[in-house]
């Protein structure tokens, strides 16, 4: 369906250098967004400094954005979640269909927005570093903040690209000339960030009058419990997972007792980490969802749909149902004049899944805490407590809770590939389309390589 059109205007990275840093005079000018300074007074003080850190989150919230569009409407369809449906677009058939190329404009926005958000944080961090005219707790928490959502976006393209460039500067002339550096090197690097933004950012989210739209300690803690799940740091997964478990201001209770959806309501209290929009920033209502009822580009997948046990309340209130065999996601409640529902980056639900993983594969697997955390997933949706008893009847629980828990929130792709399963489910799923040598990484834009040849 197309009630917006999208309009996508890709530039190689070294002109989106030349544009970020070369692209102002010396005085106080302001971005096409009207949101955020850029120039030599961008980081004069507290103030545009606060207002260059909105601008890395606005850049990854704007229209047709990576987590605006691709996140987890389009890459959705990658993995087993969705059918085709009413999409037209053939980049976004040639996405479900795993026969992505660098020509693909709606993957290339992963490559495009990421290193948009990098360099943005790489001129804050380099301009903000060792200031002592500004307060020094305001300082760290916005030099937590831009290397909190640097972390993120590396995660984002060490997971779909493999080895990549890793810009950690604000020169131009260096950055447009990288060469590709290891996956291992990337993975160490998000790590020794999210460890900084631990001591840098605030404790709660007082800091933010409640806002949950911006990174706090705890946040910073809960992605690190992901890197290290994925990385295959057991105990270093569990300890951070139950950090944030235990902090005081999250909860995993329903803001409203048996009601799933205000579980996604903005700010709620299992909410660790979210995504604000503008009005008219959020598209994914327009891939997996049901605006007015029309058809979206994907359905969910009949495999997801019969995943959910009989008197599960996520399929009864989060799975929309058209009534003639198919079924939209109904976690994104937004309607034609309202795009701008947050995007939960990071729950609390996450968190006892990961811990409860974790536990499973320690030398000496935790089979108490990963049944606990298990059933407490279960029984906020309604369901008895789980009947595995051994450790891959447990991980086979785990696994089949992230599946329903976490359906369209971004975690799909990535637990079939560090599970090992993706071969093995995708070759099932997808049989006509699926070739695992050539659908395991996607390309990097074809622009980019012809703008750097060092990324070939």
């Known amino acids: 369906m197309k009630f917006r059109n999208i309009i996508f205007n890709f530039t190689p990275l070294f002109l989106v250098l030349t544009l970020i840093f070369f692209g102002c005079d010396e005085n106080l000018d302001v971005d096409p967004d009207g949101t955020t300074l850029v120039g030599d007074q961008a980081y004069a003080d507290e103030t545009t400094i606060a207002a260059s850190v909105n601008g890395i989150y606005y850049t990854m919230a704007s229209e ?59 001129a804050l961090i380099d301009a903000v570093t060792g200031r002592t005219d500004v307060d020094e707790e305001l300082r760290d928490q916005f030099l937590g903040e831009a290397r909190f959502l640097r972390a993120m976006a590396y995660f984002q393209l060490v997971n779909y690209y493999g080895d990549i460039p890793l810009a950690i500067t604000s020169d131009p002339k260096v950055n447009s000339s990288l060469s590709k550096t290891s996956e291992t090197e990337i993975w160490t690097f998000i790590e020794s960030e999210l460890i900084a933004c631990i001591e840098l950012l605030p404790t709660d989210y007082s800091a933010y009058d409640g806002s949950r739209a911006r990174a706090i300690a705890p946040a910073a803690q809960a992605f690190l419990a992901r890197v290290h799940l994925y990385r295959e740091n057991w105990s270093e997964a569990v300890a951070l997972a139950t950090k944030v478990i235990d902090h005081p201001d999250i909860s995993i209770d329903l803001p409203v007792p048996g009601n799933f959806v205000s579980l996604y309501d903005d700010d709620s209290r299992e909410s660790v980490f979210e995504l604000d929009y503008d009005r008219f920033g959020n598209f994914v209502p327009d891939l997996i969802g049901s605006v007015f009822g029309a058809t979206p580009s994907f359905f969910i997948s009949d495999k997801l749909v019969n995943s959910y046990e009989t008197g599960d309340l996520r399929r009864a209130q989060l799975v929309g149902d058209f009534g003639d065999g198919n079924f939209y996601c109904n976690k994104f409640d937004s309607d034609f004049f309202e795009y701008d529902e947050r995007q939960k980056l990071i729950r609390l639900s996450e968190m006892h899944l990961i811990r409860a993983e974790a536990s499973l594969r320690l030398p000496s697997p935790d089979l108490s805490t990963a049944t606990s955390d298990v059933n407490l997933i279960r029984n906020r949706a309604g369901l008895a407590n789980t009947t595995a008893t051994t450790q891959q009847d447990l991980l086979d629980a785990v696994a089949q809770e992230r599946f329903v828990e976490l359906a369209f929130e971004g975690h799909r792709w990535f637990d079939l590939i560090r599970t090992g399963q993706l071969d093995a489910v995708m070759s099932a799923e997808k049989p006509d389309t699926w070739n695992l040598a050539g659908d395991r990484y996607i390309p990097i834009p074809n622009n980019e390589l012809a703008a750097n040849p060092n990324l070939r």
């Open 64 to 122: 047709a954005s990576y987590y605006s569009l691709t996140f987890n409407g389009i890459m959705s369809a990658l993995s087993d979640q969705t059918k085709l449906a009413g999409a037209s677009d053939l980049d976004d058939i040639n996405v479900f269909n795993n026969e992505v190329t660098g020509e693909n404009q709606k993957t290339a926005t992963i490559w495009q927005n990421s290193y948009r958000v990098i360099y943005q944080a790489n």
